[in-house]
């Protein structure tokens, strides 16, 4: 901070002459927009050839499942909208889907964002607007009406902007330990915002390690052995992916904390399989890894994927940190509340990789199951959730000061999200016409 708090505020208020908020509202196509397919198609150049097909087919679905496997579409697409120039630590990739429960360290049950491939210092209004479009594009998905779709994008932009307001007039450490607590939020949306409440309320968001393990392994003469289940999860049929787990595993552990280290020394690698992850994500390389502690009851499940350059880099500048899996880990706990503690990096050759425990309590809530109420309850706490991250990464006085009381802005961004998730309409027609 380089002024006193009312500084700081009036300088984001004077910021409006240069960007005014309703500027936000503003979407067209420029001229020397590249062709969408043409961008997927060069990420495609860097993943495993077989796994292709498959992102192709799952980003063709629908415009939604475009959407979330098109990052490196809108973030040249958002490279031409207004920015106050106001830098956080931006998620690259913060649609509706990359939000979710998991456990903290301690346990706990709590809501954060949980996708960081893409992370990298940046505007704020990046990350809102592609949470704001994806909730638009989701809606339409689901068959809501236009107006259901606006108001879902102008409800977050209200809930960052009041969430912001309020993180603006606490003290660095309240805002560093704010924590959003799961239980209540997550029983009130699946009690009341689903289509269809599930049988299994009571355990859906109680899912630990064990469960984890007994889905992807069996015990095979006292040794845990994952379970094949092709093509999401298939070991490669060579010494390759052993190989690089057991020589990655070293160098990750000295990214570890010295008491995570010191008890991941206590485990011995016992197999790897190939995981096929996510939308955009498919055909990267990621595998799930078991270690085993005192015997076959004693696992630890670990996923290293690996990392690129994030999608925003083209249109910012190049990431502080060489290792492209140390880029996603610092950026994941800037932002996180509660990060992982076996949160690590490591690199293989020419390839980075991150570490993460795998499927470590998570729910499994899918915003595209919920109706229009449910659907209001969670975009709002995804934005809650963002302005968090942001505030703990940026001038946060100042965004608040831009932002302001009225609702100029959260208007703005309604517009913007309706736009976009017309031209993502476009975009998925284009993509499934010749991929």
């Not at 595998?287 to 994927?305: E, F, N, S, T």
């Not at 880099?313 to 076996?342: C, I, T």
Request: charged fraction near 25%.
């Amino acid at each position: 901070m380089t002024g006193t708090p009312r500084e700081e505020y009036e300088t984001g208020k004077l910021l409006r002459r240069a960007v005014p908020r309703s500027s936000h509202a503003a979407w067209s196509p420029p001229g020397n927009r590249r062709n969408p397919v043409l961008t997927v198609l060069a990420q495609d150049e860097r993943r495993l050839p077989d796994l292709v097909p498959l992102r192709h087919r799952r980003m063709a679905a629908s415009p939604f499942a475009f959407l979330c496997g098109a990052a490196a579409v809108m973030a040249g697409d958002l490279a031409s909208t207004p920015s106050t120039g106001l830098g956080v630590q931006a998620c690259g990739d913060a649609h509706v889907m990359n939000f979710g429960f998991y456990a903290s360290p301690g346990r706990s049950l709590v809501f954060d964002l949980n996708d960081f491939d893409e992370t990298l210092p940046g505007p704020w209004e990046w990350d809102l607007k592609r949470l704001a479009a994806s909730l638009a594009v989701a809606a339409r998905d689901q068959g809501f009406g236009d107006e259901d779709a606006r108001d879902l994008a102008r409800r977050a932009a209200a809930a960052y902007r009041l969430r912001m307001r309020e993180l603006a007039a606490m003290p660095d450490l309240a805002v560093f330990s704010t924590v959003t607590r799961g239980d209540e939020v997550i029983e009130q949306i699946m009690k009341r915002g689903l289509r269809d409440r599930p049988k299994n309320l009571d355990q859906t968001h109680r899912r630990d390690r064990l469960p984890a393990v007994g889905t992807l392994t069996a015990t095979v003469d006292g040794r845990l052995r994952i379970v094949e289940d092709p093509p999401l999860l298939v070991r490669d049929g060579t010494e390759s992916t052993e190989d690089l787990v057991k020589h990655s595993l070293a160098e990750y552990s000295r990214s570890l904390r010295e008491d995570v280290a010191e008890l991941l020394s206590r485990y011995r690698f016992v197999d790897a399989a190939r995981k096929v992850v996510g939308v955009g994500g498919v055909g990267t390389r990621c595998y799930v890894v078991v270690l085993q502690g005192r015997d076959a009851h004693d696992p630890l499940v670990l996923q290293i994927k690996e990392a690129t350059r994030s999608v925003l880099e083209p249109h910012l500048y190049s990431s502080a940190y060489r290792n492209q899996g140390r880029r996603v880990v610092v950026g994941q706990r800037l932002l996180q509340s509660a990060s992982d503690v076996f949160l690590g990096w490591s690199a293989d050759g020419p390839g980075n990789y991150y570490w993460r425990r795998l499927r470590d309590l998570k729910s499994d809530i899918d915003p595209t199951t919920m109706n229009p109420y449910g659907l209001t309850l969670y975009a709002e706490l995804c934005a809650r959730t963002l302005a968090v991250g942001h505030a703990n990464t940026g001038r946060r006085m100042r965004i608040a000061g831009y932002l302001g009381t009225s609702t100029v802005f959260d208007e703005a961004i309604a517009e913007f999200a309706m736009a976009y998730a017309d031209q993502t309409g476009r975009d998925h027609k284009i993509f499934t016409t010749v991929s």
